[in-house]
C-alpha cells in the first residue's frame, strides 16, 4: 500500500514508519517537525515522502493524499498538560483538522483508516477491568476530542472504506523522536540521570503498552481483512500497575544494569487519583493481538539509551518534552 501518517515524525510515528518501509508499504508522512528535522533520517530513500506540513491545511492535505491507499492517523497534540497550554490551538489540531481529514479522505482513494484513539477517554472506572463496551466519560478536552472524533468516524458516511479505532494504553520505550514526558519514560530519566525517583500519590493503576508492541499492531491492521476489522474499537494495552509498582520496577531494573545505583523512591501527595485498568481482551480474542514487550522491557531499552549517549541532555533538552516545545516554537 501508499500509506499516509499525518503526524509520522512523532514519538510513535519514528518508530512505525521504519516498520511500515520493511513491510513493503510506500509512506508518506506529513509533520510540522517540531521536534527535530532528522528524526525519520535512517529511513529515507524511495520508499518514503516526507512533507513538511500544518494536518490544518487543506491544500496539504489533500496533496498527502493524492494516491495513498491507507492513513494511520497520529496527528494530535498529545497529553492533557500539552492540550490545556492553547486549548483552542489543540482543538484546530485534534478535531476540526481530522473533521477536514475525513471530508478528503472521502473524495480520495483511501480505503482503510487507522484512528490512533486514547485509553483516557474513559475517565474513571470503578471496574477492575474498563472493556470497551462501557460508557465513555472522558475529564480532560484532551480525551473529549477524541470521543468525538471517534463518534464523527462511526457515523461518517464512507461507504468504501474500512476504518479501525485504538484505544491505547500510555506508550513507553524508547523512539528516535523521544519523549520523556510519560510515566515510565519520565520514571527512567529520573532514576538514571538524576538518582531519585518522585512519586506522587502512587496507589493509582495506570495502564502501559511498549512502543513496539503499538506500531507492529498499527502495521498488522493495514494487513487485516476488512470484515475482521472495520468499524471496530480496541483497547490496546498490557501491563496495569499501580504507579508505586512501576517506580520500584524502574529501580530495580536500572540498579541491575549498573548505570546507577542507590535509586531513592520518594512519595509526595497529589490530587490526581484518577485510576484505571483497561482489558484488551476483546483484542486478543478477535485479533490474536497480544503485546509481547513489558514494561521491564520498556525500562530496559531506555537505560541502554540513555547509557550509549542517545539521548543527550536528557534533563534539559525541550524536544523531549512537548509541552516545553510548543511553548518554544509558539505554535499557532
Known amino acids: 500500500m501508499k500509506v499516509l501518517v499525518p503526524g ?6 519514528a518508530v512505525l514508519v521504519p516498520k511500515l518501509i520493511r513491510a513493503g508499504h510506500q509512506v508518506r508522512v506529513v509533520d510540522l517537525y517540531l521536534y527535530g528535522d532528522d528524526v525519520l533520517a535512517p529511513s529515507r530513500g524511495p520508499r518514503l515522502e516526507e512533507i513538511r506540513g500544518d494536518v490544518r491545511d487543506a491544500a496539504v492535505m489533500r496533496r498527502a493524499l493524492d494516491g495513498c491507499d491507507a492513513v494511520v492517523h497520529l496527528a494530535c497534540i498529545s497529553n492533557d498538560p500539552s492540550f490545556e497550554l492553547d486549548p483552542a490551538l489543540a482543538r484546530t489540531i485534534n478535531y476540526d483538522a481530522f473533521l477536514m481529514l475525513l471530508d478528503l479522505v472521502a473524495k480520495s482513494r483511501v480505503r482503510r483508516f487507522v484512528f490512533a484513539s486514547t485509553s483516557s477517554v474513559y475517565g474513571i472506572k470503578s471496574e477492575e477491568n474498563v472493556t470497551e463496551d462501557l460508557p465513555l466519560e472522558p475529564l480532560t478536552d484532551y480525551s473529549k476530542y477524541k470521543v468525538l472524533c471517534e463518534a464523527e468516524l462511526s457515523r461518517a458516511k464512507l461507504p468504501d472504506l474500512t476504518w479501525v479505532t485504538i484505544r491505547p494504553a500510555t ?18 530519566n529520573h532514576a538514571v540521570n538524576h538518582g531519585r525517583i518522585t512519586v506522587f500519590g ?8 511498549h512502543i513496539d508492541d503499538i506500531t507492529d499492531l498499527y502495521v498488522d491492521l493495514l494487513a487485516r481483512p476488512d470484515d475482521a476489522i472495520h468499524g471496530r474499537v480496541f483497547n490496546a494495552g498490557w501491563e496495569n500497575h499501580a504507579v508505586s509498582a512501576i517506580a520500584r520496577q524502574v ?41 509481547r514487550r513489558s514494561i521491564a522491557d520498556a525500562i530496559r531499552d531506555l537505560t541502554t539509551a540513555f547509557g550509549d549517549g542517545r539521548v543527550p541532555d536528557a534533563m534539559t533538552d525541550i524536544r523531549y518534552y512537548n509541552i516545553k516545545t510548543m511553548q518554544a516554537r509558539q505554535l499557532r
Open 202 to 209: 502512587g496507589g493509582q493503576k495506570r495502564p502501559n503498552i
Open 251 to 291: 529501580q530495580d531494573v536500572v540498579e541491575r544494569s549498573g548505570v546507577r545505583r542507590g535509586i531513592e523512591i520518594v512519595t509526595s501527595p497529589t490530587d490526581d487519583n484518577r485510576s484505571y485498568h483497561i482489558s484488551s481482551d476483546r483484542i486478543k480474542r478477535e485479533l490474536g493481538f497480544e503485546p
Open 8 to 13: 509520522g515524525a512523532g514519538y510513535v510515528g
Open 171 to 188: 506508550v513507553c520505550g524508547f523512539s528516535p523522536r523521544l519523549r520523556l514526558d510519560l510515566a515510565v519514560n519520565i520514571l527512567t
